[in-house]
């Protein structure tokens, strides 16, 4: 089954020695640190993986290339805002003359699941689903370096004197990027980020990076967040303006294709990992969604000879 060859990595550390990187976090919850002290031992290429924590990038001077799903960025000396977020399944290659800095964190440092108002404008910047590379300009980078170089020096001090600290700069870092990138969402709507239906729809997201592999149901994630299924389809449906099945099945397709295109894994094992009951029915959802076949798509993607892995049943 693919999820058992494609990592995720639940502390900083663990990410940070599959990298190859010098640094290492002193910290279970937060890492900040400058790219130039990764050193230039780190890997060339990072295959597919997971992590269960946010990592916000600033960077510029490099030749980074990475994946977010099937989705394909590069740097090429630019200057950009990269985020991991938590479930998402990535890769990338590295460039050891990068310059820009680094904070990682745990979703249980920034308290983004309290039934908190102020939280809306974290809600655009953290979904999983929003975008997650951007670029800015030397004049915002220039901005954005200066609440890092913050939260570096209070890293550096006695960790638990500097926490609140720490946080309130990264709420700070929060509202400059959301401002950078989506700045429409800041005054439209205020009231629909405000309420607990945007909480409802921030966490179903969530839910599905974590559990996607493991069911599809609506009722499910209604039952995980305490509430009806029908109050569920209606939070989703005022705030993403699409229904929890279309969102489940959107998720789907993506993580499908990020498989077909960037992985070998066998068209049969991928529909095992997300519990079609066989090939032949994962591969007519694919189809009804893309036009394609799995096996299409992935010659498609990869260009990709005949003889692609395909194994047990036929489309």
Known sequence: MPFN??????????FHQAAKGQVRSQHADIHVFRLQE???AVVDKMPLFRTNFYQIGLMRRANFKMSIYENEYELNQKCAI???KPGQLIQFQSDPNWEGYVVMFKETLIHINQDNPQARKEFSLLDPTTESFTFI???SFTELSEIYEKLLYEYAQEILRSMPIIELYL???FHKIEALCKPSLLDINDHKFSSRKA???YQFKKLIQQNLRTTKNVSDYADMLHISPKYLIEAVSEIAGQSPKEIINQQLITEAKTLLRFSEYPIYDIAVAYNFNDQAH???????????SPLEYRKSANNTPETELFTNTTE
């Open 38 to 40: 990764i050193g230039n």
């Open 5 to 14: 060859s494609i990592y995720k990595f639940n502390e900083f550390n663990e």
């Open 137 to 139: 300009s030397q004049e």
């Open 171 to 173: 709420h700070i870092l």
């Open 82 to 84: 990269v985020l991991f």
């Open 199 to 201: 909480i409802i729809t």
């Open 282 to 292: 994962f591969a007519n959802f694919f189809r009804q969604k893309t036009q394609l």
